[in-house]
């Protein structure tokens, strides 16, 4: 019995086609954004004394952009590896949540897959497969997933690799302006959060006060940002809790 076709095509090859198209399509705009991003990581990695093979491994091992920014401004500035492990699990903790979110959503796919693409999460790449996550359900939704995680950590990998390149030969001077990438990051992560609750924003008000204070009190950097973030998330969680209780 022949297989069924659509347009001379297996429907089986046609239905992955398909899932690759519509990954591609729903991921490429996080490439375009990861691309400069990384580009800015790489040039201020190298800047900072990491080498390239090293500030292009940070990329293929942790792939997270806000905790890598400050990791290698952390290791710059002569920071304890400790107080870099510290600050960065503290900063990606939310990668928990998010994973554990995202297995949930997709029970459909196998534990084969789901594990590797929930360590491939990313904020934005997180926010996509969640409006999406009905793909799971479809026999070839792990390339749909697949396809965007991939595109993500290519652009991200290969910006970074390109930046630890250019990082080499733009003057310092100029590489110095592209601090403000690590900011961007930062309230880029923040106005989603604060646009949904005032009060987050009130958080990380007075998680910038303690740091300030504690850098000024000759605290080391690494420690200060442990420090005030911890500080902080124990305010959040007084502020917060009256909504839960509503």
């Known amino acids: 019995m022949e297989a069924k076709t659509l347009n ?37 990695a190298v800047q900072t004394g990491l080498s390239l093979v090293q500030l292009t491994a940070m990329s293929i091992l942790v792939f997270a952009g806000a905790s890598q920014f400050m990791g290698a401004r952390m290791i710059g500035a002569g920071t304890s590896v400790l107080e870099v492990v510290i600050a960065t ?6 990668h928990f949540v998010m994973s554990l979110s995202f297995m949930n959503k997709s029970r459909a796919l196998p534990i084969s897959w789901k ?45 970074s690799l390109l930046g630890g390149l250019l990082g080499e030969i733009v003057p310092e001077k100029l590489s110095q302006s592209m601090n403000i990438a690590l900011y961007a990051m930062f309230i880029g992560l923040l106005v989603p959060s604060v646009k949904k609750e005032v009060r987050v924003g009130f958080i990380a008000v007075i998680s910038m006060i303690i740091n300030f204070m504690l850098v ?3 605290v080391s ?26």
């Open 216 to 218: 000024n009190l000759k």
């Open 115 to 159: 594990i590797p693409l929930s360590l491939g999460l990313t904020d934005e790449t997180f926010a996509v497969s969640s409006l999406h996550s009905s793909e799971a359900n479809k026999k070839y939704g792990k390339v749909f997933f697949a396809t965007i995680t991939l595109l993500a950590y290519s652009a991200w990998v290969g910006g």
């Open 8 to 44: 001379n095509i297996p429907t089986s090859a046609s239905s992955v086609q398909h899932a690759f198209r519509s990954g591609f399509v729903k991921g490429f705009p996080i490439f375009l954004g990861y691309l400069p991003i990384a580009i800015a990581y790489g040039v201020l």
């Open 89 to 94: 699990f503290i900063l990606n903790f939310r």
């Open 221 to 246: 950097e690494g420690w200060a940002i442990v420090i005030a973030t911890v500080i902080g998330a124990f305010f959040g969680i007084f502020l917060l809790k009256e909504d839960e209780e509503k």
